[in-house]
């Protein structure tokens, strides 16, 4: 069975494309040297997996942690094995398989696991679903199994732990298969979760229950009053916690608190407190107040949205739903023209973390979560593979570069959880958060970065991606193609690209054309051809405009090896916000390829910054420097006062002192 009959193209494995791209390759060791090792380090130290060993009789002691907390080691082991899928990693083999045994031990006979119940509440389940996260941390739970199954690791351990998956995801079914709407997910991710099983099980009864959980959505009656109701019972059973802690003598080695330090800042957009409450009451923070196919906007938690339009994508292309794909095309269009910050980072207000008015695009208190950008990056490819329309690729390349490499430091060990566009300096990289959802999601889109690269059909190839691989598609009659791509993105945009075929047959190469270049060729075996690419100028709010790219097909009968060379100009692009964005009046942002440039006070010690101007008659020269950071094209500009002025890659700053920074600049 094709699970993707209504796409129009289908995506390779991610073990079957080998990174081999310079700058991807330093991410690379990174993730799967450093990151992912210390990330489990920092679990450990903030007793995560002692959360299990006491709940699994392996050690004495006390749970601790938000009642999500699950969900980062079970995000963690996601990465883990996205990562095992490309590479083998003993020591992270043998991580891996000691969270295997402590979830099995953890895990009740039915298939329920939830530490927070079981060790505080045992005889209490799926009582507060708004609130609590019982279904979120089983669908990382499925999701990390389901990733597992894809690597080489032994058929015992990979048996185990789908057999853990199937357990909770029975239980699931069980249980929730004809609830009422009031029993739907307050954090979405188990539907995700649902139709991945389903693809590599073929049981429709995963697939049923996905698609349950989403059709109840926006159906609860009075749902502000039970929003109400649930957060006074979270509220109590804290206070229960916490004196069951104190009659026990026990130390609080960890805050329970329903937010985390990582929504806060220096500066929040005005009435936050009242327009939170209003979010949180009429059902919109929780994507509660309307039926799915009857969304026109994006709208409340930015995260929570963008795994429900993930979901919806991907039953769409279980079921072909007009209405569900309509639903999410018309909601990711509104995002792109009003919601949608220059990085592609989406989420303007810090307590709702999500999403404010149309072209409320404030710099200085936008929130843009890197797990907001990562769930935006999943619904972009899934519309991908749908409909084959470039603007989709473009905004996951934009995303990738952006709002997403952003969250992650050099070193793999610092982290920005919100991401401003404007800094007086008392943001920072941190060690860990209290909430460490971001460090992990980063880690398992990097190590699967492969799959988002091509995809194709019975005789067809798309290339989204240009980052340097090698892989084997197979196309109808048994042709196999061989691709080789070398690519000089982000900074340079000259790419050359291998084909081989196992036969001289026609068939289609479909190569994206970005829409942050002008005047690309392309020459296959000496032989140019001329593209025409208008440059389409938008007003959207963040002068984003991925609508411009394109897809360019190349029909022919392929020889046995073709070499091909891109060539896609890269200059300094000059941006102008939505005159509706009101504090970016008089300000320009700048860009190079796919690079968001920003100006960091390390560059700029004696100017103003974030409240510099620039001279654009006195022109912007980029220049390579090995010296600043890890080696980068900087863009050298001169001040209103003709001071000199250096802007480095968005994605690259807080990497060293603590500094200030601004993207949009005074012109």
Known sequence: MNFLKFSKSKPLKIKS???????????????????????????EKTHNQDNFRVLAGLKDGYRFGFFYCDSDLH??????????????????????????????????KDGYLFTYNQFHFPKRRWANLQIEHELYCLGHLIEAAVS????????????????????????????FRDASPKFTPGHQEIEIALIRLYRITQKKKYLDLATHFLNQRGRTNFFGLRIISQARDQKKRTKHILKDMQEKKIRNEWKMSFFGGETKHQKEAPFLGLRSFFQ?????????????????????HAVRWGYLVTAMALLYQETGDEELLQAVQRTWEHLVQ???????????????????RDYELYSDYSYCETCAAIANILLNWELAL??????????????????LSVGIGLNGTSYLYRNLLESSGNLSREAWFATPCCPS????????????????????????QFIGNSTKISLENDLSVKIKIHSELPYNGKIRLEVVSSESKEFTINFRIPSWTQNPTIVINDKVHSIHHPKEIQHTGSNISPNSAQFYPISQDWSKKSVIELEFPIKVNIHHAHPKVKNNRNKIALSRGPLVYCFESNDNPDRQIPNESIDLTKGIVPEFDENILDGVFKLKAKS????????????LWANRTPSSMQIWITK
């Open 640 to 651: 209103k006062a003709n001071e000199a002025l250096i802007a480095i890659p968005y994605y």
């Open 17 to 43: 494309v080998k990174i081999t791209d310079t700058f991807w390759r330093k991410r690379f060791e990174i993730n799967n040297s450093t990151a992912i090792f210390y990330q489990w380090e920092q679990l």
């Open 441 to 464: 999601n980063v880690s398992r889109i990097w190590a699967s970065i492969g799959q988002y690269i091509y995809s194709h059909s019975s005789n067809e190839i798309w290339i989204h």
């Open 386 to 403: 749908i409909t084959n329309e470039a603007k989709y690729s473009d905004l996951l390349e934009w995303q990738v570069y952006n709002a």
């Open 75 to 108: 995000k963690w082991a996601d990465a883990a094995s996205r990562i095992l899928i490309t590479e083998e990693n003993n020591n992270l083999s043998k991580i891996i398989r000691e969270y295997i045994n402590l979830i099995q031990s953890a895990q009740e």
């Open 338 to 356: 009003k919601q949608m910050f220059i990085t592609g980072g989406i989420g303007a207000l810090g307590s709702v973390e999500g999403f404010g």
């Open 148 to 175: 597992y199954i894809e690597t080489n690791e032994p058929e015992k351990y990979k048996k185990e732990f789908l057999e853990i998956a199937l357990k909770a995801a029975n239980l699931l079914v069980t249980d």
């Open 280 to 300: 949180f009451f009429t059902g919109r923070y929780h994507q509660q107040n309307a039926p799915i196919k009857k969304m026109k906007r994006p709208f409340g």
